[in-house]
């Protein structure tokens, strides 16, 4: 059974048939639970990661009537757990799902069709071609970012459980499992710099993330956002080859 499904719009004022378009199922329902749980719990990470930094003034009376830090603290903790358990379950389902869920977690090296398309992709993004091409999946150059992402939540996840099991012990299982980050950086300081300066990157790629998709989905012709919502690509255009 093919992949793609013609669908027919309804019946205009005039009574002619509306253009049809195609649709494709992308992205499963454990897929897209997990990019909005995700999105939340990075958002979170963010805000009282900053404020971790760059603590709040300080609250009038007696230090013992407040645990303003500790909340903060307390909450981010708490994201960050979650933001771990919730990536194990997603490479779970890469391994369960359909081809579409386990992209993000390698790289068709081999591919030389896959490398043209993140040069393609590139001049797109920089108004060099006219015209875009149409993938199923990420196309490669996004491919390449939410790989590289991903890689990069393992380091964040890493360091963040590391600094966490300082307050734990090492007698601890945070400190046995993750207390190898301190082999890498001696300095527990220089550990605590880079996991605040990780927060920055993720402000940064996220904020290149909305622009993209957003981008895309206007000008590319093809639904981005709300596939993430239903699951379907929408392709506003006939197209006779899809680019897997």
Same mark, same amino acid.
């Given at each position: 059974?093919?992949?793609?499904?013609?669908?027919?719009?309804?019946?205009?004022?005039?009574?002619?048939?509306?253009?049809?378009?195609?649709?494709?199922?992308?992205?499963?329902?454990?897929?897209?639970?997990?990019?909005?749980?995700?999105?939340?719990?990075?958002?979170?990470?963010?805000?009282?990661?900053?404020?971790?930094?760059?603590?709040?003034?300080?609250?009038?009376?007696?230090?013992?009537?407040?645990?303003?830090?500790?909340?903060?603290?307390?909450?981010?903790?708490?994201?960050?757990?979650?933001?771990? @358990? $919730?990536?194990?379950?997603?490479? %779970?389902? !890469?391994?369960?799902?359909?081809?579409? &869920? /386990? *992209?993000?977690?390698?790289?068709?090296?081999?591919?030389?069709?896959?490398?043209?398309?993140?040069?393609?992709?590139?001049?797109?993004?920089?108004?060099?071609?006219?015209?875009?091409?149409?993938?199923?999946?990420?196309?490669?150059?996004?491919?390449?970012?939410?790989?590289?992402?991903?890689?990069?939540?393992?380091?964040?996840?890493?360091?963040?459980?590391?600094?966490?099991?300082?307050?734990?012990?090492?007698?601890?299982?945070?400190?046995?499992?993750?207390?190898?980050?301190?082999?890498?950086?001696?300095?527990?300081?220089?550990?605590?710099?880079?996991?605040?300066?990780?927060?920055?990157?993720?402000? @940064? $790629?996220?904020?290149?993330?909305? %622009?993209? !998709?957003?981008?895309?989905?206007?000008? &590319? /012709? *093809?639904?981005?956002?709300?596939?993430?919502?239903?699951?379907?690509?929408?392709?506003?255009?006939?197209?006779?080859?899809?680019?897997?």
């Amino acid at each position: 059974m093919t992949q793609i499904e013609r669908v027919h719009g309804a019946l205009d004022a005039r009574g002619e048939r509306a253009k049809s378009l195609q649709t494709v199922y992308v992205y499963e329902a454990p897929v897209r639970l997990w990019h909005w749980v995700n999105a939340l719990l990075i958002v979170t990470l963010c805000i009282t990661g900053y404020l971790i930094g760059s603590p709040l003034p300080s609250v009038s009376g007696e230090a013992s009537a407040s645990f303003q830090m500790g909340y903060i603290r307390f909450v981010h903790f708490a994201a960050g757990q979650s933001l771990i @358990v $919730f990536f194990l379950l997603r490479l %779970y389902w !890469a391994f369960v799902g359909n081809r579409n &869920s /386990r *992209q993000i977690f390698y790289l068709p090296l081999h591919n030389r069709t896959w490398w043209w398309g993140i040069f393609y992709e590139l001049k797109w993004y920089f108004f060099m071609v006219k015209d875009p091409k149409k993938y199923i999946g990420h196309n490669p150059l996004a491919h390449v970012a939410m790989f590289s992402f991903m890689v990069f939540l393992l380091f964040m996840m890493a360091s963040g459980m590391a600094l966490y099991s300082e307050g734990q012990g090492i007698d601890s299982w945070q400190y046995k499992l993750f207390g190898f980050m301190f082999a890498i950086f001696p300095n527990s300081q220089d550990l605590h710099t880079w996991h605040h300066l990780g927060m920055w990157a993720i402000v @940064v $790629f996220v904020v290149v993330h909305i %622009y993209a !998709a957003v981008r895309e989905d206007i000008l &590319s /012709r *093809q639904s981005m956002i709300s596939s993430m919502i239903s699951g379907e690509r929408l392709f506003r255009d006939d197209i006779d080859d899809f680019p897997r």
